[in-house]
């Protein structure tokens, strides 16, 4: 057997692993919990309460600083780095189901998601080590050093751009109902089945609209030379909430990426692993 073919018979039997899919089922259940607060943020923000950033890190922040939460933190990284290991696997000997272009998309998705679970575990794991740490202020803070540089302003832009097709690809993902191939559909029952749909097409919706406009933000920061409008998804809420009608949206918003979060729940019961 070439070394290729040895690589891939190890991955193979590392995705096979029965701890690595429990530790990653339990990944969905914290990642459903992170979005929960993180829409429980959004409505804060929605009726003016102060409070942590409206994103994922913030809603980390609030956990830590419960009792026991530091210790419920580190069980969230676990599982999301175990998803990521997952779909790392997926990305390099995974969906031999598909063949052709529908392979190599669903592979570069998957590399996708492991960056995705990577970058929250990351997180977690520095909320863990500083509690008070702020995301948003970091996020500012590199975005005024890169737009500094030569050239820095382009490379923001870029990354607003692609983060902005990100929320558009998420919104589509949603409405074609695409999450539903990964999903065991056949061990669910009609209202189960109805249930997951319904929550899978609110929440990547929902995160689509968020995403969109947090990259849209980053365009502008970078076009007008101002950081601190590069303040990721906290900043995109703000400004959500601050058109017209954009109180009663962000609820909209808040109330479909709680609709994820519940999703995240079914996924760790349904989910092809």
């Known amino acids: 057997m070439s070394l290729t073919g040895n690589a891939e018979a190890t991955a193979a039997r590392t995705a096979d692993s029965r701890w690595l899919e429990l530790l990653a089922r339990a990944g969905f259940i914290g990642?459903?919990?992170?979005?929960?607060?993180?829409?429980?943020?959004?409505?804060?923000?929605?009726?003016?309460?102060?409070?942590?950033?409206?994103?994922?890190?913030?809603?980390?922040?609030?956990?830590?600083?419960?009792?026991?939460?530091?210790?419920?933190?580190?069980?969230?990284?676990?599982?999301?780095?175990?998803?990521?290991?997952?779909?790392?696997?997926?990305?390099?000997v995974g969906h031999r189901v598909e063949q052709g272009k529908e392979r190599v998309w669903e592979r570069l998705a998957s590399a996708g998601r492991t960056i995705v679970y990577l970058y929250f575990a990351w997180t977690a794991f520095k909320v863990f080590k500083d509690a008070g740490s702020n995301s948003a202020d970091?996020?500012?803070?590199?975005?005024?050093?890169?737009?500094?540089?030569?050239?820095?302003?382009?490379?923001?832009?870029?990354?607003?751009?692609?983060?902005?097709?990100?929320?558009?690809?998420?919104?589509?993902?949603?409405?074609?109902?695409?999450?539903?191939?990964?999903?065991?559909?056949?061990?669910?029952?009609?209202?189960?089945?109805?249930?997951?749909?319904?929550?899978?097409?609110a929440g990547y919706v929902a995160k689509g609209i968020a995403y969109g406009i947090a990259g849209v933000l980053i365009v502008v920061?970078?076009?007008?030379?101002?950081?601190?409008?590069?303040?990721?998804?906290?900043?995109?809420?703000?400004?959500l909430r601050d058109q017209s009608y954009g109180q009663a949206l962000l609820v909209l918003v808040a109330l479909g990426i709680a609709a994820f979060g519940t999703f995240c729940f079914l996924q760790s019961r349904y989910r092809k692993v």
């Open 221 to 239: 920061a970078a076009v007008k030379y101002d950081p601190e409008k590069a303040r990721g998804l906290d900043a995109a809420l703000r400004t």
């Open 31 to 92: 990642y459903g919990v992170v979005h929960l607060l993180f829409a429980w943020l959004a409505l804060q923000i929605a009726f003016g309460k102060p409070g942590e950033n409206g994103d994922q890190s913030g809603a980390l922040r609030t956990i830590a600083a419960q009792p026991l939460g530091k210790t419920l933190v580190v069980l969230i990284a676990i599982g999301l780095l175990a998803m990521a290991i997952w779909q790392g696997l997926e990305a390099a």
């Open 138 to 201: 970091q996020q500012e803070a590199l975005t005024g050093k890169l737009m500094a540089s030569g050239g820095g302003r382009l490379v923001v832009g870029l990354a607003g751009l692609v983060l902005a097709a990100i929320g558009v690809g998420l919104v589509i993902y949603g409405l074609v109902k695409r999450f539903e191939k990964h999903l065991k559909t056949g061990e669910m029952s009609p209202k189960t089945h109805t249930l997951a749909r319904r929550l899978g097409i």
